[in-house]
C-alpha cells in the first residue's frame, strides 16, 4: 500500500498537527472537545498520522458514561429506540404500525409486513367487486381510457381531453395514423360519462 493512501487522510488546508511540539501537517481528523449533538457536529482536532495513532491509541469513547450507558451503547439493538423521524411516535404511516412500539426491530419489520399483505388483499378485494359492479364493456372503456374504477368523472373529463388532443388530426400535426384509437376513445367517453356505475 502507498505512503498516501491511508483511510481518513484530509486534504491539508494549511493546518498544523495538534500535538504541541510537533510542526507536521494536521491530515488526521480526531473527535474534538465537544461531541456532534443537537446543537451541531461537534469539533475536530487535526493531527498528523504518528498522533492521530497516538491519539486513537489512548481514546475512550465511553469516557464519563455510567456503567448502564455503557452497556446500552453496546446493545445490538442500541440506537433502535432513539427519537428519529422513523422512530417518533408519530412515525406510522398510514395507520401502519409504528417503529417505536417495538422493543426487536425484526418483530416491527414483521408487523410492517403483515400490515402491507392485509392492505394489498383490502385493495384487491375492493378492485375485484368494482370490477364485478361494472359490465364488460364498461371495463373496456376505462382500459382504453387508460383509467381505474377508483378514478371520477373529473379525471375521465381530463384524460379525454388529453387523448384528444393527442390523437386529433388536427391537434397532432395533421397525422391521421391515429384516427381508429382516436374513435374508440371518444366511444369510451361517450358511454363512461353515462354510466351509472362509474364516478
Not at 464519563?64 to 452497556?71: F, L
Not at 422512530?87 to 401502519?96: E, I, L, P, Q, S
Not at 409486513?113 to 376505462?142: G, H, V, Y
Not at 382504453?144 to 371520477?152: E, H, I, P, Q
Request: aromatic share 10%; with cysteine; hydrophobic share 30%.
Amino acid at each position: 500500500m502507498r505512503g498516501e493512501k491511508f483511510h481518513g487522510r484530509v486534504a491539508n488546508e494549511g493546518r498544523e498537527c495538534e500535538k504541541p511540539g510537533c510542526g507536521e501537517e494536521g491530515e488526521f481528523r480526531a473527535p474534538g472537545r465537544v461531541r456532534p449533538g443537537f446543537d451541531g457536529p461537534g469539533e475536530w482536532r487535526w493531527f498528523c498520522l504518528d498522533h492521530v495513532r497516538e491519539f486513537n491509541a489512548g481514546y475512550d469513547w465511553f469516557a464519563g458514561m455510567s456503567a448502564e450507558e455503557i452497556y446500552a451503547a453496546q446493545s445490538p439493538a442500541a440506537g433502535w429506540a432513539s427519537e428519529t423521524r422513523a422512530f417518533r411516535a408519530d412515525g406510522g404511516v398510514a395507520g401502519m404500525p409504528r417503529w417505536a412500539d417495538f422493543a426487536d426491530p425484526l418483530d416491527a419489520i414483521g408487523a410492517r409486513a403483515q400490515d402491507m399483505r392485509k392492505r394489498a388483499r383490502n385493495r384487491q378485494e375492493t378492485a375485484q367487486a368494482e370490477s364485478q359492479r361494472m359490465s364488460p364493456l364498461e371495463r373496456a372503456a376505462l382500459e382504453t381510457m387508460g383509467l381505474t374504477s377508483s378514478d371520477d368523472r373529473k379525471q375521465l373529463r381530463r384524460r379525454y381531453s388529453e387523448l384528444v388532443r393527442r390523437y386529433h388530426p388536427d391537434r397532432n400535426g395533421g397525422d391521421r395514423s391515429h384516427e381508429g384509437r382516436l374513435q374508440r376513445v371518444v366511444e369510451a367517453y361517450q358511454l363512461l360519462r353515462r354510466a351509472e356505475s362509474f364516478g
